[in-house]
């Protein structure tokens, strides 16, 4: 296949390309590392979660979509327990109670939420400041 269109230059490639892992991981609960990503109308983020910890229930409004990438755990939802395994992908709605019980394998996701997360937005510019960034 032949491509027609040049490569972007490295000030336009800097301009739309994140390395997810280069972004410095906030801790927004004991146990879980984030590296978070936001755009112009929704965040996402890269989770890693130690195996046997509990993300304590909390709502936000932003609505979130999870993609369980490993691990598997008990998502927390009106009271109810959803479990999850690599590859399912759990919908909370805008500010409806949920939180997450890991098992003993630990869990990463990817999650995206819209709007974007202006709380972890202050957490992460926190973040570099301290590392002089």
Request: net charge negative; hydrophobic share 35%; glycine share 6%.
């Amino acid at each position: 296949m032949e491509k027609k269109e040049p490569y972007a230059t490295p000030e336009e490639y800097a301009k739309r390309v994140v390395r997810y892992e280069d972004v410095p991981p906030i801790a927004p609960f004991p146990g879980a590392s984030v590296h978070f990503v936001t755009g112009e109308k929704l965040s996402v983020i890269f989770v890693t979660m130690e195996p046997n910890i509990q993300i304590p229930v909390h709502q936000h409004e932003a609505e979130q979509v999870m993609v369980v990438l490993d691990g598997a755990g008990d998502q927390i939802s009106e009271g109810q327990l959803y479990h999850l395994e690599k590859g399912d992908v759990f919908i909370a709605h805008s500010n409806v109670p949920h939180g997450t019980y890991v098992s003993d394998r630990g869990l990463k996701t990817m999650e995206v939420f819209c709007p974007p997360r202006y709380d972890y937005i202050e957490k992460l510019a926190a973040v570099k400041k301290n590392l002089g960034k």
